[in-house]
C-alpha cells in the first residue's frame, strides 16, 4: 500500500490529508478563514461556506476537484442548522456525493458550529 501524508500544522498530530490507494482523504476542516484565523459570523451559512471554501483549496491543491470527492461527512453541533447547512453545501457540487450528517454536542471551540471532512478518488 503506498500512502502520502500531506502535513498541516508543524507539531500537529494530524496529516491534513493522505493521498493512499487512489483516494485522497481530508481531515475534518472548521470555519476559520485561513488568512485571517477569524470564524465568520452571521451562523451556520457562512461558517458552512468556510468550511467547504477550506475543503476546495485543500483538494484543488492536491491536483483534485470537488468533482471527485466520493463521501463527506458533515458535523453539526446543532441539528436545526441542517437546513442552512444543506443550502450552502448545494452550491459546492454539481453531483451530490454520498453524505453523512451527524448531530454532535460541540467541537474543539465554542464558536464552531459545523465541522468537515470528505473523501475524493484520484
Not at 498541516?8 to 488568512?35: I, R
Not at 451559512?45 to 471527485?68: G, H, I, M, W, Y
Amino acid at each position: 500500500m503506498k500512502k502520502e501524508t500531506i502535513l498541516g500544522k508543524p507539531g500537529a498530530p494530524y496529516a491534513k490529508a493522505v493521498k493512499s490507494n487512489g483516494f485522497l482523504f481530508v481531515s475534518g476542516n472548521v470555519a476559520v478563514n485561513p488568512e485571517t484565523g477569524q470564524v465568520p459570523e452571521g451562523g451556520i451559512k457562512p461558517q458552512t461556506r468556510q468550511v467547504l471554501d477550506n475543503l476546495k483549496a485543500t483538494v484543488e491543491s492536491l491536483d483534485c476537484s470537488f468533482d471527485d470527492v466520493v463521501k463527506v461527512n458533515i458535523y453539526l453541533v446543532d441539528v436545526k442548522d441542517f437546513g442552512g447547512m444543506n443550502e450552502v453545501y448545494k452550491e459546492y457540487f454539481s453531483e451530490p456525493p454520498a453524505r453523512t450528517t451527524v448531530g454532535i454536542n460541540e467541537l474543539a471551540r465554542p464558536d464552531f458550529l459545523i465541522e468537515i471532512d470528505l473523501m475524493a478518488a484520484l
